[in-house]
């Protein structure tokens, strides 16, 4: 499988996420279904840093389990709650994106299905 991003010059540009990836003779799409910032025992953790953390390492475990890496991903779908929880959520996943990264949508919602959550990543993977 190869992937391409594709962040074309009349389009603003990011490093956070791409504007699309292309994949060509992938054999395999993973899609995972929205992680959040709660631990396995159940317990939702303090603050949108700790919460963004968690969710990372959420959806890091499952691609493991689907034998997949960060490396795999092609798309990102990640809901905050509040937009102050913008900056902190980029600054406390910024050493988990892959190069390049993912495309990536981030939206502000009204709730999650909890109302202590703050985060929730969904994702796409291919290899």
């Given at each position: 499988?190869?992937t391409?991003?594709?962040?074309?010059?009349?389009v603003?540009s990011?490093p956070?996420?791409?504007?699309?990836?292309e994949?060509?003779?992938a054999g395999?799409l993973?899609?995972?279904?929205g992680q959040v910032g709660m631990?396995?025992e159940?317990t939702v953790?303090?603050?949108?840093?700790?919460?963004a953390?968690?969710a990372?390492?959420?959806?890091?475990?499952?691609?493991g389990?689907a034998g997949?890496t960060p490396?795999?991903?092609?798309?990102l779908t990640?809901?905050?709650?509040?937009p102050?929880?913008?900056?902190?959520?980029?600054g406390?996943?910024?050493?988990t994106?892959?190069?390049?990264?993912p495309?990536?949508?981030m939206?502000i919602v009204?709730?999650?299905?909890?109302?202590e959550?703050?985060?929730?990543?969904e994702?796409?993977?291919a290899r």
């Amino acid at each position: 499988m190869t992937t391409t991003a594709l962040n074309p010059a009349a389009v603003p540009s990011s490093p956070f996420y791409s504007q699309a990836i292309e994949v060509r003779d992938a054999g395999r799409l993973v899609f995972v279904s929205g992680q959040v910032g709660m631990t396995p025992e159940g317990t939702v953790l303090e603050g949108i840093e700790a919460q963004a953390a968690q969710a990372v390492g959420n959806l890091d475990a499952v691609l493991g389990e689907a034998g997949l890496t960060p490396a795999d991903l092609v798309k990102l779908t990640i809901y905050l709650t509040d937009p102050a929880d913008v900056e902190p959520f980029v600054g406390a996943v910024a050493g988990t994106l892959t190069d390049p990264p993912p495309a990536t949508t981030m939206l502000i919602v009204n709730a999650l299905a909890s109302p202590e959550l703050r985060v929730e990543i969904e994702a796409v993977a291919a290899r």
